[in-house]
């Protein structure tokens, strides 16, 4: 079925390190493909998105690319900061049924 | 636009009462969802309406739950009687349909249950 398979955290680093999320999917077709942030206390946020294979997407720094052979979309920041302490959400437009299919999230800790 | 808006951000009821959360959608937006987020389930979507109408109601975990959509700019989420384990983050969003996917939430409700 449609899924988003997405890396456990919690990821711990410090600041200045360099940031990868896991983040595979299983869907039909081709989906649009997204990455959400949750800071704490708040909603999910759009952090980025790529629309068809081979698209980046980039935003504050964070960026992921569509990679349709291997159904992946792994977000990725060359030097994070304590304030990217958040919980990032992978997930997928299921257009046809008009929902977002969302992974579990990943926890990342930024310390100093 | 002042984005999403849901009330109360915080409610604490009693088990056994009846709790409303409200969702003011973006304007124009015709497209609205219902999640709720726990620490053991995550993000699960509970029912969403496009066009003031429930087109997917599959998430809703039992007939203690019911939403309404009685116009464009407003919708409720009840559940009666209230159960602890019902206490979560609720979350509205929204959609602009078209040819739009980007969904907006709101800051969520936290409910808890005692």
């Known amino acids: 079925g449609n899924s988003v398979t997405q890396m456990e955290g919690p990821v711990t680093l410090s600041e200045e390190a360099f940031l990868t999320i896991n983040c595979t999917y299983t869907a039909t077709g081709y989906p649009s493909l997204f990455w959400y942030v949750q800071y704490p206390g708040e909603g999910l946020q759009l952090l980025l998105k790529a629309t068809k294979a081979d698209d980046k997407g980039s935003n504050k720094g964070f960026e992921a690319t569509y990679r349709k052979e291997t159904t992946s979309f792994h977000l990725e920041k060359g030097s994070v900061q304590v304030s990217d302490s958040a919980v990032y959400f992978c997930?997928?437009?299921?257009?046809?049924?008009?929902?977002?299919?969302f992974g579990a999230g990943t926890r990342l800790a930024v310390h100093p | 636009d002042a984005g999403v808006i849901q009330s109360p951000r915080h409610e604490v009821t009693e088990m056994g009462q009846e709790v409303t959360l409200r969702c003011k959608p973006i304007?124009?937006?015709?497209?609205l969802f219902w999640y709720r987020q726990t620490m053991m389930r995550g993000l699960e979507l509970l029912i969403y309406f496009n066009n003031n109408v429930p087109i997917d109601d599959s998430g809703m975990p039992e007939d203690r739950f019911s939403a309404k959509m009685p116009n464009a700019s407003f919708s409720t989420l009840k559940i009666q009687p209230s159960e602890p384990r019902d206490s979560a983050v609720y979350f509205c969003a929204t959609l602009a349909g078209g040819s739009t996917d980007t969904q907006y939430f709101g800051p969520g409700t936290r409910l808890t249950v005692l």
């Open positions: 304007s124009g937006h015709n497209s």
């Open positions: 997930a997928f437009y299921f257009g046809g049924y008009n929902k977002l299919i």
